[in-house]
């Protein structure tokens, strides 16, 4: 999608501790255009990742407002604080930054509150009301969809569990996968742990889950959903999920 359209595209952008992913959505119908990941191999800082984001605006020749989510928490679209980026995020303003770059930025929410946005598009049907949704990443971030509206900061993977002794992402994120070097199976039991005790916390109806592990359903989401009493779906939009909310969000 060259073609320079941008007044008919929404942008969205979804900051990870890895990496960064955008989605180009078409406004009207909402369908996704298209779709990148660029790894942060150069390290997280402000100035390093922000660069790539006009680098990746201009390389799709995108005009328009974008919308950003972000791994941490942001009160009034200004980040708070981002424990997997580094305490220089604290306090930034996406809209101050980018405005030299002519980059106007629509929103700036939590990643997760960003993949939820998504996943109420998945849900509208549903006969569930209460939906709990995850994403698991380098963090494992959550939303909280009732009734078809987005509950804002739920932030329940960094709550601390006294079973565990850790908070319920430092017990089966996909950065402890990769630090710890634990397979599938242990990974599997341990993410069905924290799934017992948000359960038991909170009751929801049903669970949505997205991030790049997602993509090896096949693996696991049968077992899975053999050790738990709610229905546990996949986001339609995989890694994607937080972008492509992001992307709704700036509509």
């Known amino acids: 999608m060259t073609k320079n359209q941008g007044h008919l595209k929404a942008l969205g952008v979804d900051i990870g501790g890895s990496s960064t992913k955008f989605c180009l959505i078409d406004k009207e119908s909402k369908s996704i255009l298209q779709t990148t990941t660029v790894p942060h191999k150069d390290g997280h800082g ?4 922000c660069s790539k984001i006009i680098q990746q605006i201009k390389e799709w020749k995108f005009e328009g407002s974008i919308g950003i989510g972000f791994p941490g928490i942001v009160m009034n679209q200004v980040i708070v604080d981002a424990p997997n980026l580094g305490k220089i995020w604290n306090g930034l303003d996406f809209k101050a930054y980018f405005r030299p770059h002519n980059i106007e930025v629509a929103s700036v929410l939590n990643d ?5 946005m998504a996943m109420i598009e998945q849900s509208q049907d549903w006969t569930e009301h209460d939906i709990l949704c995850l994403t698991i990443g380098t963090g494992i971030g959550s939303g909280w969809i009732s009734k078809g509206q987005l ?7 960094r709550e601390y569990s006294s079973e565990l002794q850790c908070t319920l992402e430092q017990w089966a994120s996909a950065k ?22 948000l359960i038991e916390r909170y009751s929801p109806e049903a669970i949505m889950l997205c991030g790049g592990i997602t993509s090896e359903r096949e693996h696991w989401l049968a077992e899975l959903q053999t050790l738990q009493s709610v229905r546990i779906v996949i986001s339609d939009y995989e890694e994607y999920t937080g972008a492509y909310g992001a992307a709704l969000n700036s509509v």
């Not at 402000?46 to 990742?49: A, E, L």
């Open 46 to 49: 402000i100035d390093i990742i």
């Open 112 to 116: 997760a509150d960003a993949a939820s």
């Open 151 to 157: 509950i804002k900061g739920t932030e329940y993977g």
């Open 176 to 197: 402890v996968i990769k630090e710890e070097g634990i397979p599938l199976r242990e990974w599997l039991v341990r993410f069905s742990d924290v799934l017992d005790i």
